[in-house]
């Protein structure tokens, strides 16, 4: 679903970000992005959702390299992510409601059904009574959890979010969380991240972590052999 190969990134003549980073996720998988601030977690992202390629190794996405792609055929691809940006990135003239029916409008679904997905995501995420509203007059959880709507309204084949709990409570945070999770039981591919590490410790997914562009995958936390039945 997603290779990477000795992939490295620099922003224009700057330094590189990302350096040699190999990688194989599976369709399906869920894994973490974890590191400092600065380490390149956007970074990675952008690369993924395609806003930016490679400046060398080879990224495969679905099966395709994406240094070999045309322009005309990103968005076909891109129509199979949900993206949830660091800065959300809402359309400013729209309400809530029609953010997040955009996905969905884009891929021709009835308006009687989009009334109902729409609603009922919105009302899943605790904004039942903001649907209506435009996002400057929202907070900033308020934004976010409308971002991850708007991400997750399709049912994308792979999910990519950049801190998508970074501005909401833990209780929140949990539920959406559980929301990534039911995505991914059936059949998502997903990448999350953040610094979060209650949450990463809670849920038992393994992580890739960046350090100063440079990637290490960690198993996921594991109880201890004695505690499991049968060991004694
Ligand atoms: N648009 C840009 N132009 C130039 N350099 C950039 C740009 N965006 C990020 N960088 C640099 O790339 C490096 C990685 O930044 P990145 O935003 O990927 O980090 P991050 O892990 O997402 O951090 P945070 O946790 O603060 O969001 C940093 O050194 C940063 O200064
Ligand atoms: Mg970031």
Same mark, same amino acid.
């Given at each position: 679903? +997603? *290779?990477?190969?000795? *992939?490295?990134?620099?922003?224009?003549? =700057?330094?590189?970000?990302?350096?040699?980073?190999? #990688?194989?996720?599976?369709?399906?998988?869920?894994?973490?992005?974890? =590191?400092?601030?600065?380490?390149?977690?956007?970074?990675?992202?952008?690369?993924?959702? #395609?806003?930016?390629?490679?400046?060398?190794?080879?990224?495969?996405?679905?099966?395709?390299?994406?240094?070999?792609?045309?322009?005309?055929?990103?968005?076909?691809?891109?129509?199979?992510? =949900?993206?949830?940006?660091?800065?959300?990135?809402?359309?400013?003239?729209?309400?809530?409601?029609?953010?997040?029916?955009?996905?969905?409008?884009?891929?021709?679904?009835?308006?009687?059904?989009?009334?109902?997905?729409?609603?009922? +995501?919105?009302?899943?995420? =605790?904004?039942?009574?903001?649907?209506?509203?435009?996002? +400057?007059?929202?907070?900033?959880?308020?934004?976010?959890?409308?971002?991850?709507?708007?991400?997750? /309204?399709?049912?994308?084949?792979?999910?990519?979010?950049?801190?998508?709990?970074?501005? *909401?409570?833990?209780?929140?945070?949990?539920?959406?969380?559980?929301?990534?999770?039911?995505?991914?039981?059936?059949?998502?591919? /997903? *990448?999350?991240?953040?610094?979060?590490?209650?949450?990463?410790?809670?849920?038992?997914?393994?992580?890739?972590?960046?350090?100063?562009?440079?990637?290490?995958?960690?198993?996921?936390?594991?109880?201890?052999?004695?505690?499991?039945?049968?060991?004694?």
């Amino acid at each position: 679903m +997603i *290779v990477l190969q000795n *992939v490295g990134y620099r922003y224009h003549s =700057g330094p590189e970000v990302l350096h040699d980073l190999s #990688l194989e996720l599976a369709e399906g998988s869920f894994h973490f992005l974890t =590191g400092a601030s600065g380490a390149g977690k956007s970074s990675l992202l952008r690369l993924l959702y #395609l806003a930016q390629r490679p400046t060398r190794g080879k990224l495969y996405l679905f099966g395709r390299e994406v240094g070999g792609l045309k322009r005309h055929q990103l968005p076909d691809l891109r129509q199979r992510m =949900g993206v949830v940006f660091q800065e959300h990135r809402l359309l400013p003239h729209l309400t809530a409601y029609e953010n997040v029916a955009l996905p969905l409008r884009i891929a021709g679904i009835k308006p009687k059904q989009i009334k109902k997905h729409v609603t009922e +995501i919105l009302e899943w995420v =605790g904004l039942a009574n903001e649907m209506h509203a435009l996002p +400057i007059t929202l907070s900033g959880g308020e934004q976010q959890r409308v971002a991850i709507a708007r991400a997750v /309204i399709n049912q994308p084949d792979m999910l990519l979010a950049d801190e998508p709990t970074g501005n *909401v409570d833990d209780e929140l945070a949990e539920r959406l969380l559980y929301l990534f999770e039911q995505l991914n039981r059936q059949g998502t591919t /997903i *990448v999350i991240a953040t610094h979060a590490e209650h949450m990463i410790n809670r849920f038992a997914y393994p992580r890739l972590h960046l350090r100063h562009g440079n990637l290490r995958v960690m198993p996921p936390l594991q109880l201890p052999e004695t505690l499991r039945r049968g060991t004694l």
